[in-house]
C-alpha cells in the first residue's frame, strides 16, 4: 500500500490532478463490440474462461462482480504516479488516505468515500432485460442499489452492433401477472420478455436516466454510464442472440430462502416507474448547455437525478480555457489532444492491455473549484472530454427540459 505522503506528492506534482491507467473488465457473456480502443490481440487478455473485455471502468473504487475467478481489484482505478514507471496506487488508496482534501468534505461526511464510476458499455450484441435492485432490496443482500445513466458518445460509435434500440420497463398495460407466468417458466424456454416491454431507438449525442428498479435491455452502441457504486443486477431474460443465461442469474442477489419465491423476485421491480406511460419524457435526457463562448462548450449530459451527473466539455482548436466546478470528478478524452492542466492529454488511438495511457485523470475538489486549464494544441480538431461526478455538484440541473 502507498503511504500517505506519496500518494499526496502525486497529487502535488499533478496540481490536484492525477493521471489513471485504463481499467478494462471482462465480462463473461456476449460479444465483444471493439470500440474500446483496445488493441485485437488483448480482448482475451485475461483467458478464454473470462470472457472477452466490455467494458473499461472510470473512477472506480468497487470490484466487478465477476465470479469466483477474478481479481481481488478487478475493476478498481489505479494511479499512475510516474510514465517512467510502473508505480502506481488505488484510487481507493488515495481517497481512504487523503479523504476530503481529494473528494471534499460533504462526499466523505455523507458516504465516507468516492459514491459512483463510470464505465464505457461496449458489447455487439444487446444485453439481456435486467434490472439493478433499488437500495432496499440490495442491502438484504449486503450491498448498495444501483441507480445508473447513459450517454451515447458519437466519437465512439461508428457502427450499432447488432440491435439500434434499447427495451426501458414493460408496456403501461401488462398485467403484473404476464410477467409472473414468464419468469416462473425461466428454465422451460424463451421467455421472450421483451414482448412485454418498450424499445427506443437510441439518438447519438442524448441520454437516460435509469432509476434502481427499472428493467432494461441496452442497445448495442457503446455507451457512457455514471453509475453508483455497485454492481447488481437480476436476469430476467433467458435467451439473447442465442445465448442462454442460466436461472442463477435471475435470482444470484435474492437471499437464500427467496431464491424460489417468484413473489420476492418480482418485487425486485419498481412495477410503478417500470410502467410509467410518459417514460420518455421522465428519463429521457437530452443534453443541455452548461457554459459555452467562442472557445469552447460544455453540456450537462447526465442530471436530474439524487446520485450522478456528466458533463461533456468540446475546447475548440486552438483555444485555451479555464473550466471551474464545484465538486471533484473523474474524465475520460474521447477527441484530440493538448494540455489538461500540467499533463499533456491524449484520446487513445490503440492501447495495450497493461499499458499506461493518457486519457484518463482524476479532479481534486479543490482544484475542480480553482479550475483546470486546458489547451487544444490542434489546429483543425475538438478536443473532447467526458467529465463525470457524485450527487454534489452545485450547479446540475434537477428538472429535464421541456421535449
Request: contains cysteine.
Amino acid at each position: 500500500m502507498a503511504k500517505k505522503e506519496r500518494i499526496r506528492e502525486v497529487l502535488e506534482q499533478g496540481e490536484g490532478i492525477f493521471r489513471l491507467n485504463p481499467t478494462f473488465v471482462p465480462r463473461r457473456f456476449g460479444k465483444a463490440g471493439k470500440r474500446l480502443k483496445l488493441h485485437p490481440d488483448d480482448y482475451y487478455a485475461l483467458g478464454l474462461e473470462r470472457g472477452s473485455i466490455k467494458e473499461r471502468w472510470f473512477s472506480s473504487t468497487i470490484t466487478a462482480n465477476n465470479g469466483p475467478l477474478a481479481a481481488g481489484d478487478e475493476g478498481m482505478s489505479y494511479v499512475a504516479a510516474d510514465y517512467g514507471t510502473e508505480e502506481k496506487f488505488s484510487l481507493k488508496e488515495a481517497v481512504e488516505a487523503l479523504g476530503e482534501e481529494l473528494i471534499g468534505k460533504e462526499l466523505m461526511e455523507k458516504y465516507g468515500g468516492w459514491p459512483m464510476y463510470s464505465k464505457f458499455f461496449d458489447f455487439e450484441n444487446p444485453l439481456f432485460h435486467h434490472v439493478h435492485l433499488t437500495f432496499e432490496d440490495a442491502a438484504r443482500v449486503g450491498k448498495l442499489g444501483k441507480p445508473e445513466c447513459y450517454y451515447f458518445p458519437k466519437q465512439l460509435n461508428n457502427y450499432s452492433g447488432e440491435c439500434n434500440a434499447t427495451y426501458f420497463g414493460f408496456d403501461p398495460d401488462t398485467d403484473p401477472e404476464e410477467v409472473k407466468e414468464r419468469l416462473r417458466r425461466y428454465n422451460e424456454g424463451d421467455t421472450r420478455i421483451t414482448e412485454l416491454s418498450r424499445a427506443y431507438r437510441v439518438e447519438l449525442g442524448t441520454g437516460w436516466y435509469t432509476p434502481a428498479g427499472v428493467i432494461h435491455a441496452p442497445a448495442s452502441y457503446l455507451t457512457y454510464e455514471p453509475q453508483w457504486n455497485s454492481d447488481v443486477n437480476s436476469v430476467e431474460e433467458n435467451v439473447v442472440s442465442g445465448e442462454i443465461y442460466p436461472r442463477d442469474m435471475l435470482v444470484e442477489e435474492c437471499p437464500e430462502s427467496e431464491k424460489n419465491n417468484i413473489e420476492y423476485i418480482f418485487g425486485l421491480l419498481d412495477w410503478e416507474k417500470n410502467t410509467d406511460p410518459h417514460y420518455k419524457k421522465t428519463y429521457f435526457r437530452p443534453p443541455v448547455v452548461a457554459g459555452e463562448s467562442d472557445a469552447y462548450c460544455e453540456k450537462w449530459i447526465t442530471y436530474a437525478n439524487d446520485y450522478v451527473a456528466a458533463k461533456e466539455l468540446t475546447v475548440y482548436p486552438g483555444r485555451t480555457v479555464t473550466i471551474r466546478d464545484g465538486a471533484a470528478y473523474g474524465c475520460i478524452f474521447v477527441q484530440g489532444h493538448g494540455k489538461f492542466g500540467v499533463f499533456d492529454a491524449e484520446t487513445a488511438t490503440l492501447l495495450r492491455f497493461g499499458q499506461q495511457s493518457a486519457d484518463e485523470y482524476f479532479v481534486s475538489e479543490d482544484r475542480a473549484k480553482k479550475g483546470v486549464v486546458l489547451r487544444n494544441e490542434s489546429r483543425v480538431e475538438p478536443l473532447v472530454l467526458l467529465k463525470h461526478f457524485g450527487p454534489n455538484h452545485p450547479d446540475v440541473p434537477r428538472e429535464v427540459p421541456e421535449q
